[in-house]
């Protein structure tokens, strides 16, 4: 069993029944989704909340209830993965292109728990491109003024063609040096009209779940 099967089938062990689960998306969170379609034939009675269509496809494959939020208020656990997280449990999160539901459902969330492997974890963000996610209409100005932030944003491209997400917007991938102030920097980007939402999540997560080579999970807590 690898490391991302091992912590994802991990995360199941905080849902308990008749909670609302925060759904994610991702190589990881896959394994979590699919122990929890395991438990949903066995008679755990749960209600997910999917963070993009994959995961709802997924979900609804598996047999694991849905619902939304026209029918709950807040949701008790969110499991999701991560593409950075740095030594001050700050995340970038979007490789995958949900990272606007994503950070919706983690803003529900009473728990949010996070599942990756030891090569997520990095000293300082920015080693990953930060996924901004933006409208298509005067997109190229929007670009421009991100990149006054210090970045180099690339369009992010499927066949040669822009990448639409499941809010019907476009992504670009912004390569930073190094991000040091990622509160700040995450208000700021969101203030430039045009961006619908970018992938840093600031010490948002209470938990973090990770699988190692030798088999075993750290767990981290984090005292926010």
């Known amino acids: 069993m690898n490391a991302k099967q091992l912590v994802g ?3 199941v062990d905080y849902i308990k029944d008749g909670m609302v689960v925060g759904l994610g998306t991702g190589s990881t969170v896959y394994w979590t989704i699919q122990k929890l379609g395991q438990l949903v034939k066995e008679g755990l009675s749960i209600k997910g909340i999917p963070t993009s269509v994959r995961t709802e496809e997924l979900a609804k494959e598996l047999g694991i209830p849905l619902t939304d939020f026209a029918s709950v208020d807040r949701i008790d ?3 999701d993965g991560a593409d ?3 030594s001050e449990l700050n995340l970038i999160k979007g490789g995958g292109g949900a990272l606007l539901r994503e950070k919706i459902v983690a803003a529900a969330s009473a728990q949010l728990i996070i599942v990756a492997d030891e090569s997520k974890l990095v000293k300082q963000l920015g080693q990953f491109p930060l996924p901004v996610e933006v409208i298509p209409f005067g997109w ?3 670009m421009k003024k991100i990149a006054e ?3 180099q944003p690339r369009l992010r491209l499927v066949d040669d063609k822009p990448d639409i ?3 019907g917007n476009y992504i670009l991938d912004c390569k930073f040096d190094k991000i040091t102030k990622p509160e700040q920097l995450n208000k700021e980007l969101n203030t430039i009209p045009g961006v619908v939402e970018n992938g840093l999540f600031p010490n948002i997560a209470n938990m973090f779940l990770i699988g190692k ?3 075993k999970v750290n767990v981290i807590t984090n005292m926010r």
Request: overall charge negative; aromatic content about 4%; some cysteine.
């Open 165 to 167: 997400t499941d809010n």
């Open 9 to 11: 089938e991990k995360a």
């Open 77 to 79: 656990v969110t499991i």
């Open 149 to 151: 932030f210090g970045c």
């Open 213 to 215: 080579k030798d088999g």
């Open 140 to 142: 190229e100005n929007t």
């Open 84 to 86: 950075e997280i740095d």
